[in-house]
C-alpha cells in the first residue's frame, strides 16, 4: 500500500519541478523554507529526479537535477514547464473534489477562485448542473470539531451499522472529515483502546466534556478503514486491472490474486463505503460476499435511477 510519506514525497518533488524549472536556477536555502525540506530531503529528491525520464531513457531522455554550491538547477525536463491538459472527466473529477473541501468550510480564499474559474470552463452551469452534497453539517460535527481543536475527551452514544448495536464510549477525536458523502471523525476510543474512525450520523447523543487529552504527536491521515473488530462489515470484492488503484488507496487484505484478477477483503464501518465504491468502480469490479454491502448497492442504483428519470421528466 502506498503511505501517506510517499504520496506526500511525491507531491512535493512534482511541485519542486516546475518552480526551479520556472527560474531556471533556484536559491537552496529558498526552497528549503517554501517546501518545508531540510537539506538532506532535498537532496535525496533531486537524486530520485535525476534517474527519471523519458521512455527511452538514454543520456539525451533523463533528467538532470543537481546541487552546485547554493543553486539548484533541474535541467532537460522541459515537459514539466507547461501543465497537461485534463481531459472532460480529469476536469469533472477536480472540480468536484474542489467543491468538496469548499463545502467542508476548509478551503482557501485561492482554491475558491480556482474552483470558480475552473467551473465556468468545464460547466458554465455549474450552479445549477452540479452539486457536491455532504449531507448536513450537523451540531455534532461543530460539536466534534470544537473538542479535537480544544483536545476535550467526547462521550457518544453511537449505534453502529452493521450490528444495529448502540453502545456509550468515550472517545478522543483527532480529526473531523468528510469523504463520499459522509462525515466522519477519527481518534482514540477508550472502550475498544485503539484508534477508530465513527460516522458521525450514527451518533445519537454526543457531549464535551471538561476533561483534556493528549493527541498524539503524529495523527494519521483521515481516512474512512481502521483495524478490524467485530462491528466491522466485511465483503469480497474482485478487482479487475483497471480496478487495481483501490489496493493502494485503502487498507484492504489480499485474498488471491492472478493475472486477470485480484480478490480483496474489504473491511468497513458500514455498508456505505464498499457500496459507493463498487458503484463508482461499475464492471470493473464485482461483490463477491457481503449481504449487507449488496443490499445497500442496490438501495443507492435505485435512488440513482429515480434521480436520473426524474431529471428526464423536467
Not at 523519458?54 to 547554493?70: S, T, V
Amino acid at each position: 500500500m502506498t503511505s501517506a510519506r510517499t504520496v506526500s514525497r511525491l507531491s512535493r518533488i512534482l511541485a519542486l519541478i516546475p518552480y526551479v524549472l520556472e527560474r531556471e536556477v533556484a536559491d537552496v536555502d529558498d526552497l528549503l523554507q517554501r517546501f518545508d525540506y531540510t537539506r538532506d530531503q532535498l537532496t535525496r529528491d533531486l537524486n530520485t529526479v535525476f534517474v527519471c525520464g523519458l521512455p527511452g531513457y538514454g543520456p539525451g531522455d533523463l533528467m538532470e537535477a543537481y546541487i552546485d554550491e547554493d543553486d539548484v538547477i533541474i535541467d532537460a525536463a522541459d515537459y514539466f514547464t507547461n501543465a497537461p491538459r485534463l481531459s472532460p472527466t480529469e476536469a469533472l473529477g477536480l472540480l468536484a473534489a474542489g467543491m468538496t473541501v469548499i463545502g467542508m468550510g476548509e478551503a482557501s480564499p485561492a482554491l475558491e477562485s480556482a474552483v470558480g474559474k475552473l467551473a465556468k470552463v468545464a460547466i458554465p452551469e455549474a450552479d445549477s448542473a452540479l452539486t457536491v452534497d455532504l449531507l448536513d453539517e450537523s451540531k455534532n460535527v461543530s460539536k466534534l470539531r470544537r473538542g479535537a481543536a480544544d483536545h476535550k475527551v467526547v462521550h457518544i452514544t453511537y449505534r453502529s451499522v452493521g450490528k444495529e448495536v448502540t453502545t456509550e464510549r468515550d472517545i478522543e477525536p483527532w480529526a473531523v472529515f468528510a469523504t463520499l458523502g459522509r462525515w466522519y471523525v477519527m481518534g482514540y476510543c477508550r472502550l475498544a483502546d485503539d484508534e477508530r474512525t465513527f460516522r458521525v450520523d450514527r451518533i445519537r447523543e454526543l457531549t464535551v466534556l471538561d476533561e483534556d487529552f493528549t493527541p498524539p504527536k503524529r495523527i494519521p491521515e483521515p481516512m474512512v478503514g481502521y483495524t478490524a473488530s467485530a462491528e466491522d462489515v466485511v465483503c469480497l470484492i474482485d478487482l479487475f486491472p483497471n480496478a487495481y488503484w483501490v489496493l493502494e488507496y485503502y487498507p484492504v487484505d489480499v485474498v488471491t490474486e492472478t493475472k486477470k484478477k485480484t480478490r480483496i477483503r474489504f473491511s468497513a464501518p458500514d455498508p456505505e463505503l464498499p457500496a459507493r465504491l463498487l458503484l463508482r468502480l461499475g464492471n470493473d469490479a464485482r461483490l463477491v460476499r457481503g449481504e449487507e454491502v449488496a443490499e445497500r448497492v442496490r438501495q443507492l442504483g435505485e435512488s440513482l435511477l429515480r434521480s436520473h428519470q426524474k431529471g428526464l421528466a423536467t
